[in-house]
């Protein structure tokens, strides 16, 4: 009885309770109504009625499949032409379709503005845009948009930043969504996967043949540009140099073309497939050992070898740093400023794509050292966890000795394409050495852009007596730079005699920059001329009897004959006519000077 009671008092009392709560959430929906329709008459008297806001999210993206494979064309660029044609070629040779885009201009960089987000950097305008363009062009030639989405894909690298590098992936599709391609494929090189991919059946195989193909084209790209930019301004016929190089490029593009890799998928490769590690094995001595390249650098060699110089023009050196894109890309993007600076009478010593791998390397390096092999995101193992302690240190060791491995293959196969052309192009600066040199200016840990290299290589190739002057090339609002900007004041002022400019690239102001780069070239060219007088005073020789001797003795107009580099002398012109007095001295050769000695006497 007691039980039913309660019961029935209890059912009694929750009716009122909930005749009461359905009231309260009437009564609170009568006021949102009224609250919304107040505000829209408001925004409607003031004329700032909302809209809906269309975020930008991912498209869902058809994936690149290898049997897609003999259809689809990759696109690429962002590099020097030179680096491209060799990439073409290293794809083209591992059965791919391949072709670059060409180098982004102005339009391009209209064309990212239009369709990309406000407030980006300017290598981002210009490569989303140069992409889009050339997508356009395709459509223009008759392709429809289905067939250019469905044959066509992107590939690129990304990055997480800190920059804005790390919103390039975005960049790229909300652009492509905008100009009405939207599908249309981009791979992004961080994460399209590990180094073996058939299991994926992935379109694009990053293996150790994709890897080791492009490191080949990076080194010798980066070889035989410097090459071109340290003959270009000495030639005695004008317009030789480039002629030769495009020969030279179609060369070694054919050659990359048509390199035979090894197939794992034969007799022989299936049996060395099942032994573990044997295809890296294969693989890495045939990298180390092989002369497959050599061959074909010889002849690029004595291509450039034929070429006519005359080293006594005196020509202020002007060292190329900076932002990555901006300073290796040859065209808008950077005011088209590597012709201008040679049109002005200046010799450039570029920055090769290899002291960025090589710097990445280094400071993974680095990484692993200051954590000692603690993983992100874990903590340290405990005092007592010796066997964890133990396994921890044993990665940490056997990772940095591999980076150390990877460090040293590449420094030596760098310098084996050098010594093909006699060592002439310049070695590669050692990172422990940039290092020390950056870091009491700029924290070597400090990630973002270049780094502590930015600094570096201004002390580096002052000290080192390589340049007159450093130029350092920059998107407008770059982070990373816009920080080495602010210490390189304190670097300049330390070093007394120091050239550096500074120069923010934009799709606009190509005067301005240009006027700026020829008031710190006129300082460079008045150091150069005054070091060369001096040296020339110092031989005892009138310029004319050095040039007689040199004409008389053509392996000195050769471009690979090596001249000797004098400590405190810069220009190639001062070291030359020491080098050539030197010879003079040696065969008895007499000075204007001392033949009238003679005669009075």
Not at 72 to 85: A, N, P, Q, R, S
Not at 361 to 376: C, F, V, W
Not at 554 to 579: E, R, S, T
Request: proline share 3%; with cysteine; aromatic share 10%.
């Amino acid at each position: 009885m007691g039980y039913k009671n309660q019961s029935s008092d209890s059912s009694t009392v929750s009716a009122p309770v909930s005749i009461s709560l359905k009231k309260s959430e009437s009564k609170e929906a009568e006021i949102q109504r009224l609250l919304l329709e107040e505000r829209m008459r408001l925004e409607k008297e003031y004329g700032v009625e909302s809209k809906p806001i269309d975020h930008f999210k991912r498209p869902f993206e058809n994936t690149f499949t290898k049997d897609q494979r003999a259809n689809t064309t990759i696109l690429f660029g962002g590099l020097t032409w030179k680096h491209e044609k060799l990439i073409r070629g290293v794809l083209e040779g591992l059965g791919y379709k391949a072709l670059e885009i060409p180098t982004p201009n102005k339009k391009a960089f209209q064309l990212g503005k239009e369709y990309g987000n406000n407030g980006q950097c300017n290598p981002t305008y210009f490569t989303v845009g140069n992409l889009v363009q050339y997508l356009q062009d395709l459509e223009k030639s008759g392709l429809t948009k289905e067939q250019i989405i469905n044959d066509y894909v992107f590939f690129t690298a990304g990055a997480c930043g800190p920059c804005r590098f790390g919103m390039y992936e975005a960049e790229y599709r909300l652009a492509l969504r905008n100009s009405g391609f939207e599908g249309f494929r981009v791979l992004i090189f961080q994460q399209t996967g590990g180094l073996e991919q058939e299991e994926m059946e992935a379109g694009l195989e990053m293996n150790l043949d994709f890897f080791l193909g492009i490191l080949n084209a990076m080194n010798i790209g980066d070889i035989i540009n410097d090459v071109a930019y340290q003959i270009r301004p000495f030639e005695v016929n004008h317009g030789e140099t480039d002629k030769v190089l495009n020969e030279c490029m179609d060369i070694m593009y054919e050659r990359m073309k048509t390199k035979k890799y090894f197939d794992f998928n034969s007799k022989i490769g299936s049996f060395l497939s099942k032994v573990p590690g044997s295809n890296y094995i294969q693989r890495f001595v045939d990298q180390v050992m092989s002369d497959y390249y050599i061959e074909t650098l010889q002849q690029i060699h004595d291509k450039f070898n034929s070429i006519k110089i005359d080293r006594t023009r005196v020509k202020p050196i002007c060292k190329v740093t900076g932002e990555f894109w901006a300073q290796t890309t040859e065209g808008d993007g950077n005011f088209n400023m590597f012709p201008f600076l040679e049109r002005e009478g200046a010799q450039l010593l570029v920055e090769p794509i290899a002291t960025w791998i090589l710097y990445m390397l280094h400071q993974a390096k680095n990484m692993y050292n200051d954590r000692k092999g603690i993983k992100e995101g874990e903590e340290a193992p405990k005092s007592y966890q010796v066997l964890k302690k133990l396994k921890s240190y044993k990665d940490y060791k056997q990772t940095v000795a591999i980076l150390t491995i990877a460090e040293n293959v590449f420094d030596r196969e760098y310098n084996r394409i050098r010594k093909v052309f006699k060592n002439i192009p310049h070695e590669l600066a050692s990172q422990l050495e940039m290092q020390r040199l950056g870091h009491p200016f700029y924290n070597s840990r400090v990630e973002g852009g270049e780094g502590h290299l930015e600094v570096a290589k201004n002390i580096y190739y002052v000290n080192k007596d390589l340049c007159h002057m450093v130029l350092s090339l920059k998107p407008f609002g770059c982070m990373p730079s816009t920080q080495s900007d602010g210490v390189q004041s304190a670097v300049t002022s330390m070093f007394k005699d120091m050239i550096f400019i500074p120069i923010e690239t934009s799709g606009e102001g190509d005067v301005n920059a240009h006027s700026r780069v020829q008031m710190a070239l006129g300082e460079a060219k008045a150091k150069a001329k005054a070091e060369f007088k001096k040296c020339l005073d110092e031989t005892g020789y009138s310029l004319d009897e050095i040039k007689a001797y040199i004409e008389s003795n053509k392996y000195l107009q050769k471009p690979f004959y090596q001249v000797a580099h004098k400590k405190g002398v810069i220009g190639v012109a001062a070291n030359f006519v020491l080098d050539v007095a030197d010879k003079m001295k040696n065969e008895g050769i007499k000075t204007v000077l001392d033949k009238k000695s003679t005669v009075i006497a």
